[in-house]
């Protein structure tokens, strides 16, 4: 585009044909400026001085090794500027949503401030306005011209009718909609549904102190993903309040563990939600782990409920865990007799607005990753790839196993007798 645009005024002036030259792949001129596309190949981009950095379709980005270069390479210019550009996609564990549009999320809602990044979406608020031609400009902002409104409106009732069909949704609402949807028929959450159960402003300042707790525990392999994730009940408004927290293998380093699993483990692990093992061989300290667990359940003084993990993969933890523990563990085999019902149960719940979770990325990644696999009317979960991790999911299921059946209602006697409201009557 920039080198038609470029053609044209050149024929129209004689001083920018002097001073701009045109090549195959590049653009340049007399004082050594160049303009040009680049390689996917970060490696390869070393000694770069850029000015201006332009990300077209970064959604489709699985890293963000390329963005990481661009912005170092600018360290040097006072009026740097990277331009993203791109449709949403239902890729939605990749940079562009995991980072840059979380990160717009908190700009456009006013939670961060930056004056120096320009964030412009044009989106459709919810999946129910998909429906309703009269709000599709929301996502559509060329059908503010006439000429353009009735063409858009036509092709776009044509495309949905066909793709409803079809069994295709997905690419219309991400590509003609600007809507972010998981692209598997099978996903078990889609993003929508997950997104209603953020915990507000009031609930992520609860008192936790002294309340029941029911943990999840998902023990994979010792240099992979190991995640505790727990569920508390908030007995005065009857609902449950979830969050996670993991621990990361590092073997072969972590660099290459971040591009294998596509997944910044150390932005997270600055953000408090994991931790990344600093053994030389790169395996998972359980030592590590159970002192974390010790240290949580003791600062909040919770009241433990249960810690349900699955016996597989047990091992030398849990048996040091039951030194400590051993009343609350609960074996939570993995099968459809075990996991089904917690794992519907669960969805029913954030459905129902039963269950709110703190935002953590890696659980929001594991629910973006996970797929139903339905059979004989059971419900279990899965993934398509081994790097789609589901760890800290699988733990929040372990620990719905147990959970789902609190009861709110239930009478403590123990209050009772200290507010004088407990007595034998005859």
């Given at each position: 585009m920039v080198k038609s645009q470029l053609k044209a005024i050149r024929g129209q002036s004689k001083a920018i044909k002097k001073f701009t030259r045109l090549l195959k792949y590049e653009i340049t001129t007399?004082?050594?400026?160049?303009?040009?596309?680049?390689?996917?190949?970060?490696?390869?981009?070393?000694?770069?001085?850029?000015?201006?950095?332009?990300?077209?379709?970064?959604?489709?980005?699985?890293?963000?090794?390329?963005?990481?270069?661009i912005e170092t390479s600018m360290g040097q210019q006072l009026e740097p500027l990277i331009v993203i550009i791109s449709t949403a996609s239902s890729k939605l564990n990749y940079p562009m949503h995991s980072?840059?549009?979380?990160?717009?999320?908190?700009?456009?809602?006013?939670?961060?401030?930056?004056?120096?990044?320009?964030?412009?979406?044009?989106?459709?608020?919810?999946?129910?306005?998909?429906?309703?031609?009269?709000?599709?400009?929301?996502?559509?902002?060329?059908?503010?011209?006439?000429?353009?409104?009735?063409?858009?409106?036509?092709?776009?009732?044509?495309?949905?009718?066909?793709?409803?069909?079809?069994?295709?949704?997905?690419?219309?609402?991400?590509?003609?909609?600007?809507?972010?949807?998981?692209?598997?028929?099978?996903?078990?959450?889609?993003?929508?549904?997950?997104?209603?159960?953020?915990?507000?402003?009031?609930?992520?300042d609860i008192n936790l102190v002294g309340r029941d707790i029911y943990i999840g525990v998902d023990l994979s392999r010792v240099g992979d993903l190991t995640s505790f994730t727990w569920v508390i009940p908030i007995d005065e408004q009857k609902l449950f309040l979830s969050d996670s927290y993991s621990f990361v293998g590092s073997k072969g380093g972590i660099e290459s563990k971040e591009n294998e699993d596509k997944t910044p483990y150390r932005a997270y692990e600055q953000a408090g939600i994991c931790s990344i093992s600093t053994q030389t061989s790169g395996l998972v300290d359980y030592r590590n782990m159970i002192v974390w667990l010790d240290e949580f359940i003791q600062h909040y003084e919770f009241n433990v409920k249960a810690i349900c993990y699955d016996p597989y993969n047990a091992g030398?933890?849990?048996?040091?865990?039951?030194?400590?523990?051993?009343?609350?563990?609960?074996?939570?085999?993995?099968?459809?007799?075990?996991?089904?019902?917690?794992?519907?149960?669960?969805?029913?719940?954030?459905?129902?607005?039963?269950?709110?979770?703190?935002?953590?990325?890696?659980?929001?990644?594991?629910?973006?990753?996970?797929?139903?696999?339905?059979?004989?009317?059971?419900?279990?979960?899965?993934?398509?790839?081994?790097?789609?991790?589901?760890?800290?999911?699988?733990?929040?299921?372990?620990?719905?196993?147990?959970?789902?059946?609190?009861?709110f209602d239930e009478v403590d006697v123990n209050e009772l007798i200290e507010s004088g409201d407990y007595g034998f009557g005859w």
């Open positions: 007399t004082d050594d400026s160049s303009m040009q596309p680049l390689s996917a190949d970060a490696d390869t981009l070393d000694g770069l001085d850029a000015m201006l950095g332009i990300f077209d379709e970064y959604a489709l980005s699985k890293t963000t090794e390329m963005m990481d270069v980072i840059e549009y979380q990160y717009i999320d908190k700009l456009l809602n006013e939670e961060t401030e930056n004056d120096e990044y320009l964030a412009l979406c044009w989106e459709q608020d919810s999946m129910k306005e998909v429906d309703d031609p009269a709000m599709w400009i929301k996502s559509n902002p060329l059908m503010e011209i006439e000429s353009q409104k009735e063409q858009l409106t036509q092709a776009y009732k044509r495309l949905l009718s066909e793709a409803k069909a079809k069994g295709t949704i997905s690419n219309v609402l991400t590509k003609h909609f600007n809507i972010w949807v998981q692209s598997s028929k099978e996903s078990y959450m889609n993003k929508e549904e997950w997104n209603s159960a953020k915990a507000d402003e009031s609930l992520k030398l933890m849990i048996t040091e865990i039951s030194e400590r523990y051993g009343d609350y563990l609960v074996e939570t085999r993995q099968g459809a007799i075990t996991l089904s019902p917690a794992t519907k149960q669960l969805k029913i719940d954030v459905l129902n607005n039963k269950i709110k979770h703190l935002d953590n990325q890696l659980l929001n990644r594991a629910i973006y990753n996970a797929v139903s696999i339905e059979k004989n009317d059971s419900v279990l979960i899965d993934k398509t790839t081994n790097r789609n991790k589901i760890d800290p999911l699988d733990a929040l299921i372990n620990a719905y196993t147990q959970a789902q059946y609190h009861d």
